[in-house]
């Protein structure tokens, strides 16, 4: 069965720091192109991150640019979401998904909540 | 890139056939993705490059368009596609998404 798993979500004041793992099993892990995707409470999606296979090449969208960091780990079929100097913006459930431009996101994790409070 | 979903909210019936249209601020080619999210639940890819069908998306489901503007149909609405609809350009990072459609039972 084709499955992604994420993890590291909580709670965290403002300025505080998360890392999100995602553990992937069913499938080519190494081959994949992988994506953070969240959703904040009552709205939309948004694409957050994404890193191809061989961590060549890596996109932010522009609202985590220079706080959030992606990487990957190949041999543990994982990949991971540093996110520092939250703000209560990065509020949102975070998606780990595979995928790419030519395929769309499949498959998709069940999400992880990050809570950014004071 | 911004994407521009009509409606907002559908009402419709079982049995009905439903359009939800897309529409892209500059061409994106045939780089648009479809995806169905229930409440609670992750999204689940339906259609990818405009109109291909994702494995084991039921065939009542079929996307259309090319450049600017694109269509996702059902063409007789089950109890179980009562759901939100977002559609995903991919032509160039950030893969932005549609504000969704909200389908609801009339």
């Known amino acids: 069965e084709v499955q992604l798993v994420e993890s590291g979500g909580g709670s965290v004041q403002p300025g505080g720091s998360l890392r999100l793992s995602c553990v992937a099993s069913?499938?080519?892990?190494?081959?994949?192109?992988l994506n953070w995707v969240r959703q904040a409470p009552g709205e939309g999606l948004e694409c957050v991150s994404y890193?191809?296979?061989?961590?060549?090449?890596?996109f932010y969208a522009d609202s985590v640019k220079g706080r959030f960091t992606i990487s990957r780990d190949n041999a543990k079929n994982s990949v991971y979401l540093q996110m520092n100097n939250l703000t209560v913006e990065d509020t949102a459930v975070y998606y780990c998904?595979?995928?790419?431009?030519?395929?769309?996101?499949?498959?998709w994790g069940e999400g992880t909540l990050v809570t950014v409070s004071s | 890139i911004q994407l521009t979903q009509s409606p907002s909210s559908l009402p419709a019936s079982v049995g009905d056939r439903v359009i939800i249209t897309c529409r892209a601020s500059?061409?994106?080619?045939?780089?648009l993705a479809w995806y169905q999210q229930k409440p609670g639940k992750a999204p689940k890819l339906l259609i990818y490059?405009?109109?291909t069908l994702q494995s084991g998306v039921p065939s009542r489901f079929s996307g259309s368009g090319s450049g600017t503007d694109f269509a996702l149909t059902i063409s007789s609405l089950q109890p179980e596609d009562f759901a939100a609809y977002y559609c995903?350009?991919?032509?160039?990072?950030?893969?932005?998404f549609g504000q969704g459609t909200k389908l609801e039972i009339k």
């Open positions: 500059q061409g994106i080619s045939t780089y």
């Open positions: 890193i191809s296979s061989t961590s060549s090449t890596i």
């Open positions: 490059a405009a109109s």
């Open positions: 998904a595979g995928g790419d431009f030519w395929s769309g996101y499949h498959p």
């Open positions: 995903q350009q991919l032509n160039g990072y950030p893969y932005t």
């Open positions: 069913g499938f080519i892990f190494s081959v994949s192109s």
